[in-house]
């Protein structure tokens, strides 16, 4: 597994550091001592996690866009990085169909962009991960899980520049970095949960944002199954890549990081799970209207990441709903946020085994 003892005093360049899987990871990143340089659009959503987890002030935090490749290669050259850690992106379904061309620029060419930093300014650089998503598969929305060597053809924009954003980082690896001076891998990871999600048009979110009104769940589509993981599930995963690829360049990978089986729910049951951890009398209402396509079934086959690591999911998606739960009660009642964060990553970390 990880030993966050190996980024102290690591130089780590991480895109996407504004989001709400960039700010946990940048907390990890900051209490592991790192020399933590992020780079990413102001915080996407008010309030934020970013601005709440304390890590501001701990790190050199640069406002930028990935498509500005101008300053992005300044930024870059400044922080002279060790590590690679490419998050940036337009990470929703529905916002790609009505921003297109925004989601390839930004999923396809920041991925050009961050890896071409890495070609003329990486002279440092030792592990470079790029995070993607489950989507990236051609999904035929059978039983069975996805392997690293299915084809990649997403349906909708925002997964298929994803796809594309894999094929670039094959495309680079291959033609620039094949010597394997540079260890770089990608992450395909699944539906992520946990406290601090304000993004709109993501179930969690939905759901705190009714029950901290009083008010019944919305659910556009409870038949949905999805892979779903706490949040620092995969930012672990990836930086176990990250050390382990680091350390020996043969660990330059492919990688799924999903939950197991049994926590490949519907969306029904997911809400049924938080209403029963926020408890309250909370309930939700199946309202569905359509809308653009979006997969009913999708799922990864993890055996790679389990094989060459010997890498376990560790806690399980009620798990999962339960961290939420808490820290979303504890920041409706103004308690130490930052407190509950480290609090819930020490018990992730020392607590490894199934939960």
Same mark, same amino acid.
């Given at each position: 597994?990880?030993?966050?003892?190996?980024?102290?005093?690591?130089?780590?360049?991480?895109?996407?550091?504004?989001?709400?899987?960039?700010?946990?990871?940048?907390?990890?990143? &900051?209490?592991?001592?790192?020399?933590?340089?992020?780079?990413?659009?102001? #915080?996407?959503?008010?309030?934020?996690?970013?601005?709440?987890?304390?890590?501001?002030?701990?790190?050199?935090?640069?406002?930028?866009?990935?498509?500005?490749?101008?300053?992005?290669?300044?930024?870059?050259?400044?922080?002279?990085?060790?590590?690679?850690?490419?998050?940036?992106?337009?990470?929703?379904?529905?916002?790609?169909?009505?921003?297109?061309?925004?989601?390839?620029?930004?999923?396809?060419?920041?991925?050009?962009?961050?890896?071409?930093?890495?070609?003329?300014?990486?002279?440092?650089?030792?592990?470079?991960?790029?995070?993607?998503?489950?989507?990236?598969?051609?999904?035929?929305?059978?039983?069975?899980?996805?392997?690293?060597?299915?084809?990649?053809?997403?349906? %909708?924009?925002?997964?298929?520049?994803?796809?594309?954003?894999?094929?670039?980082?094959?495309?680079?690896?291959?033609?620039?970095?094949?010597?394997?001076?540079?260890?770089?891998?990608?992450?395909?990871?699944?539906?992520?949960?946990?406290?601090?999600?304000?993004?709109?048009?993501?179930?969690? #979110?939905?759901? &705190?944002?009714?029950?901290?009104? *009083?008010?019944?769940?919305?659910?556009?589509?409870?038949?949905?199954?999805?892979?779903?993981?706490?949040?620092?599930?995969?930012?672990?995963?990836?930086?176990?890549?990250?050390?382990?690829?680091?350390?020996?360049?043969?660990?330059?990978?492919?990688?799924?990081?999903?939950?197991?089986?049994?926590?490949?729910?519907?969306?029904? @049951?997911?809400?049924?799970?938080?209403?029963?951890? /926020?408890?309250?009398?909370?309930? /939700?209402?199946?309202?569905?209207?359509?809308?653009?396509?979006?997969?009913?079934?999708?799922?990864? %086959?993890?055996?790679?990441?389990?094989?060459?690591?010997?890498?376990? #999911?560790?806690?399980?998606?009620?798990?999962?709903?339960?961290?939420?739960?808490? /820290?979303?009660?504890?920041?409706? @009642?103004?308690?130490?946020?930052?407190?509950?964060?480290?609090?819930?990553?020490? *018990?992730?970390?020392?607590?490894?085994?199934?939960?």
């Amino acid at each position: 597994m990880v030993d966050l003892k190996f980024f102290k005093g690591k130089r780590v360049f991480l895109t996407g550091h504004t989001g709400f899987k960039g700010s946990w990871l940048s907390r990890i990143l &900051v209490q592991a001592d790192a020399e933590l340089t992020g780079y990413s659009l102001a #915080p996407p959503t008010e309030p934020n996690l970013f601005l709440i987890c304390g890590v501001e002030g701990k790190m050199n935090s640069i406002i930028g866009d990935i498509c500005n490749r101008e300053k992005l290669f300044e930024s870059f050259r400044q922080a002279n990085p060790e590590i690679v850690i490419h998050m940036a992106a337009q990470p929703l379904v529905r916002e790609s169909y009505k921003e297109p061309v925004y989601t390839y620029e930004t999923n396809v060419m920041g991925t050009v962009n961050i890896l071409e930093c890495v070609r003329l300014y990486g002279q440092q650089v030792k592990s470079v991960l790029n995070v993607t998503t489950d989507k990236v598969y051609l999904n035929h929305e059978w039983c069975w899980g996805y392997r690293e060597n299915d084809p990649l053809d997403g349906f %909708d924009p925002y997964s298929n520049s994803k796809s594309c954003s894999e094929l670039v980082t094959h495309s680079y690896r291959n033609s620039f970095f094949a010597d394997g001076k540079i260890a770089i891998s990608t992450a395909r990871a699944g539906n992520v949960i946990g406290g601090g999600d304000f993004a709109m048009d993501r179930i969690v #979110p939905d759901c &705190v944002r009714a029950a901290s009104k *009083e008010e019944k769940i919305i659910v556009r589509n409870p038949h949905s199954t999805r892979p779903y993981q706490h949040v620092l599930e995969p930012l672990f995963a990836y930086l176990m890549i990250v050390q382990k690829q680091y350390e020996n360049g043969k660990y330059a990978d492919y990688y799924n990081v999903g939950p197991d089986d049994c926590d490949c729910v519907t969306t029904g @049951q997911l809400v049924d799970s938080f209403c029963n951890a /926020w408890g309250d009398g909370q309930v /939700w209402e199946n309202q569905f209207q359509g809308g653009p396509h979006e997969a009913n079934f999708l799922k990864l %086959d993890c055996a790679k990441i389990k094989s060459m690591f010997q890498w376990l #999911p560790s806690w399980s998606y009620e798990k999962a709903i339960e961290k939420t739960v808490d /820290w979303t009660k504890a920041y409706l @009642q103004k308690l130490d946020i930052c407190h509950v964060m480290d609090e819930q990553i020490l *018990e992730f970390v020392n607590g490894r085994g199934r939960v």
